[in-house]
């Protein structure tokens, strides 16, 4: 039945399904129980939280027993930058090195699997923008820590990071797309950054095999922007690999890099831009010129008007005229407020 829910109600409703540690999950439930409308018809849900809560509360301090309180805050990352891409995939398969390569996030590199053990963040430069990019402990059905799932889930989009050195690289991705599905991820081919950066052909629905049909009026299974990144390109055997592997997975991009070489690593910033789906507006003043510096990251498909919101919410409130330079213009061509934006439009707002 309706029970009226509060924008308060379904403020904390989302900050508890983007919470990442038992305690940003609990303390969104107390703020959720603390919001509800108490009437007869919220009652069931009042319980339903209460019950939530106490089951956290005993998760938060068996935890605490294991581990030690001290590990607690580290598996969260302060989310910065244009967006954040999760770097996912089997051991050693050269994913530390490749955000050692690409930022300057201080990254431990080894031999050895399981060397990463908690998220490491590491900003990203590309042109104008910064994205960050989150290096994780490897994909592996037993010995993966229970946290890593929702890790990846809190992403804006992934990069499945598969190491063209390994004989097994295809029985690697296929447990890797496995292990997502079984934790309900789904990929989408991640869209190129720039269009002459379009690698291999996709299109075709083998690994990591088709997502769920969507139903009609229910919301399918969230789906994260993905990208194939084959690793070690230097090594013997890669090219043939990646052949096998273009031919296994031909529903998400490849891009082949290597870390040791630095092969293809400015293609890897623009595509960790490209994931996100986001284009880049410029704000001028009446007579000035634009910032060009400082651009503000909103999704692709954005309306004058929703970039009016991100600029300042009085913009938006009382937005009057709106201007528009760019390719799909004439200088300073007037604009209605449902205009869709492209990357690098230039916009002018008067209230
Ligand atoms: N030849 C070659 N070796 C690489 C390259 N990138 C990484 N390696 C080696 O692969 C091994 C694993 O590298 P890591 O970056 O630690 O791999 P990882 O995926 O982070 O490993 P885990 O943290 O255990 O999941 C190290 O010995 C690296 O030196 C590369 O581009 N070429
Ligand atoms: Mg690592």
């Not at 959720?32 to 009042?46: C, D, F, N, S």
């Not at 870390?259 to 880049?280: C, N, Q, S």
Request: aromatic content about 6%.
């Amino acid at each position: 039945m309706p029970a009226n829910l509060t924008p308060a109600y379904r403020a904390a409703e989302e900050r508890y399904r983007e919470a990442r540690t038992y305690e940003e999950k609990l303390a969104a439930l107390e703020e959720m129980l603390a919001v509800i409308p108490k009437h007869k018809g919220t009652e069931k849900m009042q319980g339903d939280l209460r019950r939530r809560i106490s089951r956290l509360k005993d998760q938060i301090s068996q935890q605490g027993r294991k581990s030690g309180a001290r590990h607690k805050a580290s598996y969260s990352v302060r989310r910065e930058g244009a967006g954040q891409v999760a770097l996912v995939g089997p051991a050693n398969s050269g994913k530390s090195s490749l955000l050692a390569a690409v930022s300057n996030a201080d990254v431990e590199i080894g031999e050895y699997p399981f060397t990463t053990q908690t998220p490491q963040p590491g900003m990203v430069r590309w042109e104008n923008v910064q994205v960050q990019v989150v290096d994780l402990p490897p994909f592996d059905p037993e010995l993966s820590p229970p946290w890593l799932s929702g890790s990846v889930r809190s992403a804006d989009a992934l990069t499945v990071v598969l190491s063209l050195a390994s004989d097994d690289i295809l029985q690697e991705a296929e447990e890797t797309f496995a292990l997502l599905q079984r934790h309900h991820i789904w990929l989408t081919p991640g869209r190129p950054p720039v269009p002459d950066l379009d690698p291999t052909a996709w299109g075709g629905e083998s690994l990591p095999g088709p997502a769920p049909p969507r139903e009609e009026g229910v919301p399918g299974p969230r789906r994260w922007p993905g990208l194939i990144v084959a690793s070690k390109l230097d090594a013997s055997g890669a090219t043939d690999r990646l052949g096998l592997l273009a031919e296994a997975c031909p529903a998400l991009p490849i891009l082949a890099v290597s870390a040791k070489e630095g092969w293809g690593l400015d293609d890897l910033r623009a595509w960790f831009f490209g994931l996100l789906d986001k284009i880049r507006v410029y704000t001028k003043a009446p007579g000035k010129k634009a910032d060009m510096s400082a651009p503000f990251v909103i999704p692709r498909g954005s309306t004058v008007l929703e970039a009016a919101a991100a600029v300042h919410k009085d913009f938006a409130r009382h937005l009057k005229l709106a201007k528009v330079w760019g390719r799909r213009t004439f200088e300073g061509q007037a604009v209605s407020r449902d205009y869709v934006l492209e990357d690098g439009d230039i916009i002018e707002l008067r209230m």
